[in-house]
């Protein structure tokens, strides 16, 4: 079982600047070249949901589970798979003097006990990468 | 990235492989009956292993007269480091983005 992943970054704007920069400009500062599931598309929150789309095709990443300004953000994070078997992803914004610290925890691996009816295929790539992920995290 | 993640990532690029591992996640299991379980015949189950068992991800264990293969302990470490470096990488990324709004 895998234990919640926390990473942590240092970023120079006010939480309630830098939580407005990371859901409402998702598209400009996402790496969708390497991490996205058609690499040629844009992201955006849309109303409760992270979207990937390209041309008329769309991928729904996650839900968001909890919007809380400027301190908090709660999202479900299923890139490539079910949302019956989403993961939690939850990032605050803390000031930190000038700065603010973002911290982002993912975790709810115990949710994907049944991967293969889990699974939609997107293709190959950064979803499958997260499936099989999602495969080797299962509790036997 | 490493090489050996590239490896497993690259290995569970495929369905099948996928497969195999949820499968072994029950336990050691002789190829036979994951050929069993899955819609390939033996060969095919033996050459996923193959990449698998070079991913670092799945191992080989005789047991008696017995050739069973198993998740290798270590596997999931490597996938854990590209989870992480996917989240990093989306941070930092997010981390300049504010610095040139600001300027």
Redesign the interface.
């Known amino acids: 079982m895998?234990p919640p992943?926390r990473?942590?970054?240092?970023?120079?704007?006010s939480p309630e600047?830098?939580f407005a920069?990371?859901t409402e400009?998702i598209g400009?500062?996402?790496?969708l070249a390497?991490?996205g599931v058609f690499g040629d598309g844009t992201v955006a929150f849309e109303e409760r949901l992270i979207v990937e789309r390209s041309g008329d095709r769309e991928s729904v990443w996650g839900e968001v589970t909890s919007w809380e300004p400027p301190g908090a953000l709660g999202f479900t994070w299923h890139p490539g798979y079910g949302s019956g078997h989403a993961t939690d992803v939850r990032v605050t914004f803390e000031a930190a003097g000038e700065q603010t610290l973002?911290t982002?925890v993912?975790s709810g691996w115990e949710r994907m006990t049944d991967?293969?009816a889990a699974r939609r295929?997107y293709g190959?790539?950064w979803p499958?990468?997260l499936?099989?992920?999602a495969?080797?995290?299962?509790?036997? | 990235m490493s090489n050996q993640s590239e490896l497993a990532l690259d290995a569970l690029g495929d369905p099948m492989r996928r497969r195999i591992v949820e499968q072994l996640h029950r336990g050691p299991t002789p190829v036979g009956q994951l050929a069993e379980a899955l819609p390939i015949g033996r060969p095919a189950v033996s050459k996923h292993l193959r990449v698998l068992t070079n991913a670092g991800l799945v191992e080989f264990s005789p047991r008696g007269t017995r050739n069973l293969y198993a998740l290798a302990p270590d596997g999931q470490r490597e996938l854990q480091q590209w989870l992480i470096s996917m989240w990093d990488d989306a941070l930092t990324s997010f981390a300049r983005y504010v610095d040139e709004e600001q300027r």
Do not use: C, K, Y
């Not at chain 1, 400009?28 to 790496?31: A, K, L, Q, V």
């Open positions: 895998i992943l990473r942590e970054v240092l970023v120079t704007a600047h830098a920069l990371f400009r400009d500062w996402w790496p390497r991490f973002v982002l993912h991967p293969q295929e190959n790539g499958a990468v499936a099989g992920f495969a080797l995290a299962m509790s036997s």
